[in-house]
């Protein structure tokens, strides 16, 4: 063989060798997807507020630009939280030890944003689930790090997903995807056991009521993935569903949420009832 085709070859090879910091195809195939996905979407998105302008959902003003039907004015009363953004989980250790890498929950479960979940929730108004997706994917794009896979939401067993006709989490989790240009995987989750309203359970029952009560459906996706659920009162329905990943092989979450009830609302051995409970 000349030096020549030494070469040439020597070349191929060191194309075709895959190496310990080389994407396995299948990851790369999902990035280059994730990446076209998220030029689609923003595209789309560019000629809907052109065509569709947003308005204020609580007062009719012009909105905010990239669809975000809420204006300056309003957006300054909702009730954001000290600390939105905090590393791992607290409400719990029942699945792997650094496992869930932060947890995001942006608001105080206040007005409006009380309003706008109950809205969504029992009138099925969906211009809020967008309001609140869009608001969830621009506080993810502001954090550092890399970017969730693909966002989970938590399920509804399918008795009460068919007494409702829709899951308010997979509805608001569809916007924030949107907007971060990743998958949503609404049915890797599935809720196997029609468990109690957590409304009005305290704190030990709620971590009883929910416990495996979720089970992972098919393979799991490549890379991390972002739980999402409406409401956090206690942490039992979130820490079930992550334990589920967990124990399906998932190695690092994201915990998402919209809103909290804070924990001086939460009197005596009761819990609220914020009307979030499944």
């Known amino acids: 063989m000349d030096r020549s085709n030494r070469t040439a070859n020597a070349r191929a090879d060191r194309v075709a060798a895959p190496t310990a910091s080389s994407p396995a195809p299948r990851q790369f195939a999902f990035t280059a997807a994730a990446r076209l996905r998220r030029m689609t979407r923003t595209l789309a998105r560019a000629i809907e507020s052109a065509l569709l302008p947003p308005l204020c959902c609580l007062c009719g003003a012009p909105g905010q630009p990239r669809a975000l039907d809420l204006c300056d004015v309003c957006a300054t009363f909702l009730p954001v939280v ?6 791992g989980w607290e409400p719990g250790d029942a699945f792997e030890a650094g496992t869930v890498l932060r947890t995001l ?8 944003v009380d309003h706008f979940v109950r809205s969504l929730k029992f009138r099925g108004d969906r211009l809020y689930a967008r309001v609140l997706g869009e608001l969830m994917g621009r506080a993810r794009l502001r954090l550092s790090g890399e970017l969730p896979a693909c966002v989970v939401p938590i399920p509804l067993h399918s008795q009460r997903l068919r007494t409702r006709g829709f ?18 995987e609404p049915q890797l989750l599935k809720r196997k056991s029609a468990t109690r309203e957590q409304s009005g359970l305290s704190v030990e029952e709620r971590l009883l009521n929910v416990r495996g009560a979720f089970e992972v459906v098919g393979p799991l996706p490549p890379g991390r993935i972002a739980l999402l659920d409406d409401v956090l009162t206690t942490g039992s329905t979130m820490s079930a569903a992550a334990d589920a990943l967990c124990r399906a ?30």
Request: glycine share 4%; with cysteine.
């Open 249 to 278: 092989g998932a190695r690092e979450l994201e915990i998402w949420a919209v809103a909290r009830v804070e924990r001086e609302d939460q009197r005596g051995d009761r819990m609220p009832d914020s009307r979030s409970a499944r």
């Open 167 to 184: 899951n308010q989490a997979r509805e608001i989790a569809k916007y924030a995807a949107e907007v971060l240009g990743i998958a949503v």
């Open 105 to 112: 929950c942006l608001f105080k479960y206040q007005y409006p």
């Open 82 to 87: 000290d600390e939105p953004c905090r590393p």
